[in-house]
């Protein structure tokens, strides 16, 4: 397998885009990435892009197609990959295979969403669809009542409490600030999360992340071939994937994800590194309770300590290990499908010290972790600053 | 990238399933692959499936995460691929490349489509969502009316008759009588298809491929590993994808697809093939126009000879370039995430002589053409039985 950097990146601004259609959103990504890399948009031999459901919210499947064409790139190959909110992990993960086994050079990796041209009740219906329809959505549940199940679970095992869950959403709230390209700027308190509106109790509107519009891009190359196009080309070192049971009654246990454990596994190996070397991460807090979940999972901390390390500010900026520096999907907004490619993007922007405000000083290896509805899929990614 | 090798594959019976479900679909196809390979679900390191829209057709999104936990194959990575009808084909290209990379080492190649769970009014508004929402469903577009306009433009410019489009669904359902899966054990005759019910003039009711529930699997293995498991590993030779405009009205020519044109281009030139090699192939036939069309851009025949070669019998069981042995979209049926894997799973048998009363004697060569929507995607195989 050949060894693969990314050479540029690219995201649309996150938010609730009533006058931008799903392909400008694309083409808008795709260019800020290709004018990042330095290249021609002719020298492009092939496309990934995750999405999860362009069929249920803007009743356009084979958005590939659509895609390619409107990106200007056809006849080149480009393939949609959908597992839910990790779509764009897989996306990334696929152009990565790609390059690594010769078959392209210069492959986009792409992740977008058009979530907000229905109406509320019907996105969340078809968020449901990435829960099991038969034993989950059958019965009524949605994803703010899956993920407060494990809350609970976690909070009775492990302490946790609403307050920790709360400073996760302040947190990231905090850092979206500092990201010209999230949804919202807007600091909130402990004390605004826990008087926000209930939503499936322990989990309020304010531990919840946001319906959002997006894409982003990455430009993925052989890393041999890298500094022809950027002096700080990022090393893609590992990549994992692995799947959970769709429905949580069948999981060995509700206070984590054997998906992300079996995927962070595969990366660090694949990587050559441990948690511990870890110097940033964007992980997938779709809800507060999912970033404690994640920090645990990843080997940041002791399994049921991840709320304590964030009340103890090991998370935040200048913390130990600063966790979603972006603003996460809490903060910087969740176009599901184009979530795990922003995830790249922010990293990208660190290792390379281009994050302006919330750069993390001398970062030297990051890492991405995107799931899929309630954990059936996890995805993580490795990166590191080329030397 | 590693040379690779299908050792086993598997079908369910395809048709109006209403007593199976999707999750038994899919368990059944991958249980008869894995029996035919004679491996154990143990040995089995990844999965791709492709599915064009299980989000419309049984309201589940994140399939990956679902099947590989109803098929005991969890935790490994499984990651869904959709390009409409094309949807499987490209499940078999990313299996290839995963294999070809060295990353995995058995790889199971799977398509998936649930048609029948609802109303028939609701099928076709879902399959056309594989078309621009905003320049042909907006306008009332469906599929049959696309390839009405093709077929049209074919008929004034090359001559191509109404006769010679039903002949290919009188030679696609022959050949389906030979299929044990296939949807239609009926025979029809060219005044059959004149007199069926118009649907888009010029195409009556039996040029249109049907409505279908089915499963279909394909396991890949490095090709120097494939004698450990078969006497007849069937080697993936070459693989091309390509894409063209979502809608018919960007399009450089409506006699042809360019898509497929260049994706038989990049395959036969991996392959190290001319279309002259080719003992028999199976093509995209949703309409009967677009097998004519197919046959002409795959290079078995001049442009506008279509009509003709089939007229003289030269894509008949028997005849100089056999087409669609299994009996095609047409008569074998075509869910459409599984059509593309179900064509491989055709061409192995073939290639391995064990496709019974359809037996291309001596096949050495054979490829796979699939096409997503009226051709935004098309993906092409080429298969060598192995030495």
């Keep these: 397998m050949r060894k693969v950097a990314i050479i540029g990146v690219g995201l649309t601004k996150f938010g609730e885009l009533w006058d931008v259609s799903f392909r400008q959103m694309i083409v808008e990504a795709g260019a800020r990435a290709i004018e990042d ?15 999860m459901s362009a069929g249920q919210f803007i009743h356009q499947e084979h958005i590939a197609s659509l895609i390619v064409d409107h990106a200007g790139l056809l006849p080149i190959p480009c393939t949609r990959v959908e597992a839910a909110c990790a779509s764009g992990g897989l996306a990334l993960r696929q152009a990565f295979i790609a390059v690594a086994s010769g078959i392209h050079d210069i492959v986009v990796a792409a992740g977008i969403e058009k979530m907000t041209d229905i109406l509320a009740e019907q996105t969340t219906e078809a968020l449901a669809t990435a829960a099991d329809q038969e034993w989950e959505a059958f019965v009524g549940s949605t994803f703010p009542g899956i993920y407060a199940l494990m809350a609970r679970r976690h909070m009775h095992e492990y302490g946790t409490t609403e307050e920790q869950m709360a400073m996760v959403a302040v947190k990231n709230h905090h850092n979206a600030c500092f990201n010209p390209c999230a949804q919202y700027h807007m600091e909130v308190t402990i004390e605004d999360v826990l008087k926000s509106a209930l939503v499936a109790s322990p989990l309020k509107l304010l531990d919840c992340s946001p319906i959002t519009d997006g894409a ?33 009654h069948d999981r060995q246990t509700l206070t984590g994800l054997r998906a992300t454990v079996e995927a962070v596994r595969a990366a660090y190996k694949m ?26 999972d990843l080997g940041f901390c002791k399994k049921g300590e991840g709320g304590k390390i964030t009340e103890q500010g090991e998370t935040a900026l200048g913390g130990r290990i600063p966790i979603n520096t972006s603003g996460g999907l809490k903060g910087k907004g969740h176009p599901v499908g184009a979530t795990g490619i922003a995830q790249a993007v922010e990293i990208a922007q660190q290792l390379s010290g ?7 000083e001398g970062a030297q290896i990051g890492l991405t972790h995107n799931v899929g509805g309630s954990g059936g899929t996890a995805v993580v990614h490795i990166f590191k600053r080329g030397d």
Tied chains: 1, 2.
């Design 271 to 296: 990587a050559g590194v441990e948690a511990r070397d870890v110097d940033l991460a964007e992980v997938h807090d779709c809800f507060t309770i999912a970033e404690i979940m994640a920090i645990e």
């Design 354 to 360: 281009e994050a302006g405000k919330r750069q993390v």
């Design 216 to 248: 982003a891009c990455a430009i993925l190359v052989p890393a041999e071939k890298a500094r022809r196009y950027t002096d700080t080309p990022i090393l893609i070192a590992g990549t994992g994937q692995a799947s959970d049971a769709i429905s949580l």
């Design 37 to 51: 890399a330095g290249i021609d948009g002719k020298q492009i031999d092939a496309m990934y892009v995750g999405n």
